[in-house]
């Protein structure tokens, strides 16, 4: 099947924006999960958005989702140091428990 | 309580090793979930309990075995593994209810070493 494709590094400076992309596959997809990943650690929750939503907003978060070109986005302002990790995209197919997950972004934060 | 434990948090051991993973959550999910990680990689989903049933197997080799003793606990018996089963091995859980998000909320992970 395809891939849930994410670009594989982003290099940004302290207290600028990050912008993570995602191009999902299944236009059904109910929900759309962002995650961060920490070296050696578990994947922790950043934020997920329902799919009739356009965008969501969260403290420093913001979520954009366009379901005509089935494209994802993270918005991390203000990114500091520890923003630093991985981040995966998530989307779940309606009905079942399996997530589909993207090819992940490495992001890293240059003081 | 919003937490998934794994232990242990590292494991090393030889192919002819018996040894077994643990998972333990207390948020009330009726779902669990076993995935493989390699390096630079996303999650590989391996098996799911649904009200502590096995719902789904991946096609994992038998070598794995998968184990939900009540709606907290959930093991994974791993025998006789191949160097290339090293991996991080991440528990997740989730809620099982209709028309909501139901977010996975995952562990820290066990670190598997097979020599």
């Known amino acids: 099947g395809e891939d849930v494709e994410q670009s594989l590094f982003l290099s940004v400076r302290e207290g600028d924006s990050s912008v993570i992309n995602c191009t999902y596959t299944d236009s059904s997809s109910t929900y759309l999960y962002w995650y961060k990943q920490e070296p050696g650690a578990g994947l922790q929750l950043l934020t997920y958005?329902?799919?009739?939503?356009d965008m969501k907003q969260d403290q420093r978060l913001t979520v954009l989702l366009n379901k005509k070109d089935k494209h994802l986005s993270l918005r991390i302002a203000d990114t500091q140091t520890g923003d630093s990790a991985i981040y995966f995209c998530a989307e779940i197919y309606s009905g079942t428990y399996k997530y589909i997950f993207g090819t992940g972004t490495r992001l890293k934060v240059l003081a | 309580d919003t937490e998934v434990t794994q232990t242990p948090k590292h494991l090393v051991m030889g192919m002819t090793n018996k040894k077994s993973l643990k998972c333990e959550q207390h948020m009330g999910h009726r779902a669990m979930y076993w995935y493989k990680q390699k390096a630079k990689k996303p999650p590989e989903l391996m098996f799911v309990?649904?009200?502590?049933?096995?719902?789904i197997n991946e096609s994992v080799p038998s070598r794995f075995s998968p184990e939900c003793p009540n709606s907290s606990l959930l093991n994974l018996h791993l025998h006789a593994l191949q160097p290339e089963d090293s991996a991080l091995y991440l528990c997740?859980?989730?809620?099982?209810?209709?028309?909501?998000?139901?977010?996975?909320?995952f562990g820290p992970g066990t670190r598997l070493t097979v020599l």
């Open positions: 958005i329902f799919s009739n939503m």
């Open positions: 309990y649904s009200y502590e049933k096995l719902s």
């Open positions: 997740a859980s989730s809620q099982v209810v209709a028309g909501v998000s139901n977010e996975q909320f």
